[in-house]
C-alpha cells in the first residue's frame, strides 16, 4: 500500500465532539473542513461557522493556540460536498442516530476521493450495520474511530473495524491517530459500546448501586472512589456530572436496548438509577446546566437529596482509616477491604469486585486481551491501573476465590461464575493475565503480545501493563544516579546498532539526563549531575538529552534550598549559589555537543531558564512553560533574561529593524505577569520556543524525537554559539516598560511590589543605564540578573512570597 499521507480531513457534525475532534486535527496541524446542517439565509454554513467561534470559550481549551482556528473551514452539505475529494481521512460524528447516519453515507459516498478512509465516532451503535449501508467498494475503507470528550485531552482512542474494513488501512489509521494525533489505540470489537464505555459506565452503574444499598451519600462515594482508589479524582457522581447525565444515559439506554439477560448475565445491574431518571427528566443534566449530582452555589458545593428533590450541604469526606488501608500495597489492601465490617470498606470492596467479575466475564466478548481492557480504562476513564492489573498485583489466586466465594454466596452483581481459565491453565500458572510474553488473549487461549506496527518503535519506552516485563520499569545503561537525577545512555538501535563500537557508532550514541526530584525542581544536586552528564557527554557521546519518564519536565529552581541559602549565610550565599546556576546555563549553552530539552507538562521558572539554554527543544503538545519568578517576588536570575535579551536582539538584528523595544515586549509582557503557556504552539508564541523547536503530539514519542533531532545536530556538523555581543534596548525603552507599569500600579492591577520586581526585570531585559543599541555581553546581563535577584530576596514582601509558596503551593498577591 502506498504511503498513507493525511493531508486534509473532513470532520462531518459541528457539534461538541466533531467541533473538538476538528480542533485537535488543527492542533497537529491537520487542516479540516468541519460540515453540519446547512441553515436558511445568507450563511448557510452558520451552525459550523458557530461551533468553531465556540471552540474558543470551551473550557479547558480544545484549541492548542485560538489562532489555529484559521485552519478549521466551515462547511455545509448543499454545497461543500465536491471538496470532500481533496479530504483523506472523513470522520463523522453527527447526531447519535443510525437513520441520520446512513442517510447522510448515501450523501456522501458519490464524493468521496477513492483512497479516502472514512470512520464513525458513534459511541454505541453498530459499525456492521453502519458498513453495511455503504456502497461495496466503500466498505473496506471504512471502521469505528472512538475519541473520548475533550479528544485534545482524553488519551484513548477506540477504533472498531468490521470483518470487511482492509487491514492495511486500519494499520495506516492506527499509525495516524497515534503518532500524528498522539493517542493510545486500543481496537475494539463491534459490541454495544465497545470496551470503555462498556466496562467503564457498568463500572460506574454498579458503584451507585452499591452505594445505594449502603445508604453512602454521594460525596463520601467520590471521597472513596477517586484519587484514593486510584481511579479519576472527580470519583464516580462528578464524572457523571461532568460526562453529563442525558449523555450517561443515552450510553446507559444502549446497553438497555441492545442487549438482553440471554446475552449478558449482569443486566439486570444496568437498570437507570432512579435519582439519574429524575435529574434528567428536570433537566439537571449535570455540569454543563450548572447542576446534576452536585450544585455549586458561590465556593459550596451542595449535593442532591432524592427524598427531598432539594440540594442540601455536601463535602463530607470519607472515613480517614479506608485512606490509610487504600495506601497498603495491593494484596495487604484487598485483603484488608474485604474483611472489613463498616458501610464504606464494604463499599469498597464491592466496587473491586464487581470490576473484577465484569472484566474476566466479558473480557473475551468485547476485547482481544486483557492488555487492552486495561489500558482503556486507564486512558478513557483516567484509571492509574486497569482491573487486571489490580487483581494481579494484589494476588491472582487468592483474589480470584474472594470474588468466587462472593458471587457463590449471591453478594456479586450477578451469578455468573468466572471464567475457567482464570482458576486453571497458562493464567493461573503465571499467577495473572499479563506477562513478558503478552496477555491473555481468552478466544487464542494464549498470551498475546501488543501489536507491533512500525510506529510502535517510536516509543522508546512504552506504556507497560502490571507484569507485563519483568525487572525495573527504565530502558538503558545507568551511568550513575541519585535522588535527583538519573544520567544513563541508550542502547543504539536501527543501523547505529550494527556498528558496533566503532567510531561511527561513538557519533549516534546518546546520553540522556533524568531529572527526578520532587517536581524535578532544580538544587544543587541535579545541577552537578547536569555538570557531570555535560563532561561525560562530550568524552564519550554525540548529544545530551535531558528527558524524563514523567509528565513534568521541571518546575523551576528549588525555593527551599534558596531560603535556607538565605536564612544561614544572607544575600552572599544566594548570589554564589545563583552565580553557580548560572554557570551550568552557559555550560549548556556552550557545550559542544548539542543538548536537546524534552519538554512535557510543567516547565516554569529555572525549568524554562534550561530549556532556553538548550541547543534546541522538543516539546510535548501539553507543555505548560513560562518564567514565573515574578509569583515569588523574583526576577528570573538563572539567564533567562539574558537569554530573551539576545533572542530579541538577534531577531532585531536578522530583520534589519532597530527598535529593539518590539521585540522584547511579548517576552517582557509573559515575564512580568508570570503568564504560563497553555501548550506548546502557545510557548512558541510567547517566545519561549523556536521557530524550528519541534512539537510531538504523542507523549510517549517524545524521546524518541528529542534523540533523533539530538543526532541529527550532531550529524549536522553541531558547533556551539560563539559568544558575541548584542545589542540592548537600553535605559529609554526601559522608561517605557516602567510608564505602562505605572499605569497598571494607579490602575490598582498590580501591587506596588508587582510594580517593583517587574520594574527590575524592565531594567534587566533592556540592559539597564545604557545608551540603545549599545553592545553588551552576556556576563555583563547575567550581573544584572545576579544584582535585582539578591535586591528583591533581600526583601521581606518577596520572602512572604516565597514562604506561602512553599507551604501552599500557590502565589501571594501581596
Ligand atoms: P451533538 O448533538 O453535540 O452534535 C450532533 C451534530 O449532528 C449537531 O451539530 C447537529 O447539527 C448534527 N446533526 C443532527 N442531525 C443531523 C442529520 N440528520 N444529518 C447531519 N447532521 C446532523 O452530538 P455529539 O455529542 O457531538 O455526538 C456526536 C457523535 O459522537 C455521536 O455519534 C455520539 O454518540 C458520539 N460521541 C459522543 C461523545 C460525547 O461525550 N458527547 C463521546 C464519544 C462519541
Known amino acids: 500500500m502506498p504511503q498513507f499521507h493525511v493531508r486534509k480531513v473532513a470532520v462531518l457534525g459541528a457539534g461538541v465532539m466533531g467541533a473538538q475532534i476538528a480542533a485537535h486535527l488543527v492542533n497537529v496541524r491537520v487542516p479540516v473542513l468541519l460540515f453540519d446542517l446547512s441553515t436558511p439565509g445568507p450563511v448557510p454554513q452558520a451552525i459550523a461557522v458557530r461551533a468553531i467561534e465556540g471552540l474558543k470559550k470551551i473550557k479547558p481549551a480544545p484549541l492548542a493556540l485560538a489562532d489555529a482556528a484559521q485552519h478549521l473551514h466551515a462547511a455545509h452539505y448543499d454545497a461543500d460536498l465536491t471538496q470532500l475529494r481533496d479530504c483523506d481521512l472523513v470522520i463523522e460524528a453527527i447526531a447519535e442516530r443510525m437513520d441520520w447516519k446512513l442517510a447522510l453515507y448515501q450523501r456522501i459516498a458519490p464524493h468521496l476521493a477513492p483512497h479516502a478512509i472514512v470512520a464513525s465516532n458513534t459511541s454505541g451503535l453498530s459499525i456492521t450495520q453502519l458498513s453495511a449501508a455503504l456502497p461495496q467498494e466503500l466498505r473496506e475503507r471504512f471502521c469505528g474511530i472512538h475519541f473520548f470528550n475533550p479528544p485534545r485531552y482524553m488519551t484513548l482512542v477506540e477504533l472498531i473495524p468490521t470483518a470487511e474494513t482492509a487491514p492495511a488501512l486500519l494499520d495506516a489509521l492506527e499509525t495516524f491517530v497515534t503518532s500524528t494525533l498522539g493517542k493510545g489505540v486500543v481496537r475494539a470489537k463491534d459490541t454495544p459500546n465497545f470496551i470503555a464505555n462498556r466496562v467503564g459506565v457498568a463500572g460506574l452503574l454498579a458503584t451507585m448501586l452499591e452505594a445505594r444499598k449502603l445508604g453512602l451519600g454521594y460525596d463520601v462515594v467520590d471521597d472513596l472512589s477517586g484519587k484514593k482508589l486510584g481511579r479519576a479524582g472527580s470519583g464516580t457522581f462528578r464524572t457523571a456530572d461532568v460526562v453529563g447525565l442525558d449523555t450517561l444515559a443515552h450510553v446507559i439506554r444502549t446497553l438497555q436496548d441492545t442487549l438482553s439477560p440471554e446475552q449478558d448475565p449482569f443486566y439486570a445491574s444496568y437498570a437507570t438509577p432512579a435519582e439519574l431518571a429524575t435529574l434528567v427528566q428536570r433537566g439537571q443534566l449535570g455540569q454543563k446546566t450548572g447542576a446534576g449530582f452536585f450544585r455549586k452555589v458561590g465556593r459550596d458545593i451542595l449535593r442532591f437529596d432524592p427524598a427531598t428533590g432539594d440540594y442540601v450541604a455536601g463535602g463530607q469526606k470519607a472515613d480517614a482509616v479506608y485512606a490509610r488501608m487504600l495506601q497498603r500495597p495491593a494484596p495487604e489492601r484487598l485483603r484488608l477491604l474485604h474483611q472489613a465490617e463498616g458501610a464504606q470498606g464494604r463499599f469498597l470492596w464491592a466496587v473491586l469486585r464487581n470490576s473484577f467479575h465484569y472484566a474476566a466475564v466479558h473480557l473475551e466478548g468485547i476485547a482481544d486481551n486483557a492488555r487492552d481492557l486495561d489500558l482503556c480504562m486507564r486512558w478513557g476513564f483516567g484509571m492509574e491501573q486497569g482491573p487486571f492489573e489490580l487483581w494481579q498485583e494484589a494476588g491472582w489466586s487468592a483474589v480470584a476465590q474472594m470474588v468466587q466465594q462472593d458471587i457463590d454466596a449471591g453478594l456479586a452483581l450477578c451469578r455468573a461464575p468466572l471464567p475457567d481459565w482464570v482458576f486453571a491453565g497458562p493464567v493461573a500458572d503465571a499467577g495473572g493475565v499479563h506477562t513478558p510474553q503478552g496477555s491473555w488473549s481468552p478466544a487464542a487461549r494464549a498470551f498475546v503480545a501488543p501489536r507491533t506496527l512500525p510506529v510502535y518503535a517510536r516509543q522508546i519506552v512504552p506504556q507497560r501493563v502490571y507484569g507485563a516485563s519483568q525487572g525495573p520499569a527504565r530502558v538503558g545503561q545507568t551511568l550513575f544516579e541519585n535522588a535527583a537525577i538519573r544520567v544513563w545512555s ?210 510517549d514519542e517524545l524521546l524518541f524525537v528529542a534523540v533523533q533531532q539530538a543526532r541529527a545536530l550532531a550529524a549536522s556538523g553541531y558547533r556551539a554559539p560563539l559568544p558575541a555581543r548584542f545589542a540592548v534596548a537600553g535605559r529609554g525603552a526601559s522608561a517605557t516598560l516602567h510608564g505602562a507599569l505605572l499605569n497598571l500600579r494607579e490602575g490598582g492591577f498590580i501591587s506596588a511590589h508587582d510594580y517593583r520586581v517587574a520594574g527590575l526585570l524592565a531594567d534587566v531585559l533592556c540592559g539597564g543605564d545604557l545608551d540603545a543599541g549599545t553592545p553588551v555581553t552576556e556576563s555583563y546581563l547575567l550581573a544584572l540578573e545576579r544584582a535585582a535577584f539578591a535586591e528583591l530576596l533581600a526583601l521581606p514582601a518577596t520572602q512572604d512570597r516565597i514562604m506561602a509558596m512553599l507551604s501552599t503551593g500557590k502565589p501571594l498577591r501581596n
Open 490 to 699: 541508550l542502547p543504539p538501535t536501527g543501523p547505529a546498532a550494527a556498528l558496533g563500537d566503532s567510531g561511527d557508532a561513538l557519533a549516534q550514541r546518546v546520553l540522556v539526563a533524568s531529572i527526578q526530584s520532587k517536581m524535578h525542581t532544580l538544587g544543587p544536586e541535579v545541577l552537578r549531575g547536569l555538570l557531570q552528564a555535560l563532561d561525560l557527554a562530550e568524552r564519550e557521546y554525540c548529544a545530551l538529552v535531558i528527558w524524563s519518564p514523567d509528565a513534568i519536565f521541571s518546575a523551576g529552581a528549588d525555593l527551599q534550598v534558596l531560603l535556607g541559602a538565605l536564612m544561614q549565610g544572607g544575600v552572599a550565599a544566594v548570589t554564589a549559589a545563583q552565580q553557580q546556576m548560572q554557570d551550568v546555563m552557559q555550560r549548556v549553552r556552550y557545550a559542544s555537543v548539542p543538548v536537546v530539552a524534552a519538554l512535557r507538562g510543567l516547565v516554569l521558572g529555572g525549568g524554562c531558564e534550561l530549556a532556553l539554554h538548550c541547543s534546541r527543544r522538543v516539546a510535548h503538545l501539553e507543555s505548560y512553560v513560562g518564567l514565573v519568578e515574578v509569583g515569588v517576588g523574583l526576577v528570573p536570575g538563572a539567564g533567562g533574561l539574558t537569554a530573551l535579551a539576545r533572542r530579541a536582539a538577534e531577531r532585531a538584528a536578522a530583520s534589519g529593524q532597530k527598535e529593539l523595544l518590539a521585540f522584547l515586549q511579548d517576552s517582557f509582557s509573559a515575564a512580568a505577569k508570570a503568564s504560563v503557556s497553555t501548550s506548546a504552539p502557545e510557548a512558541r508564541s510567547l517566545g519561549y520556543l523556536d521557530a524550528d523547536d519541534v512539537v510531538v503530539a504523542h507523549a
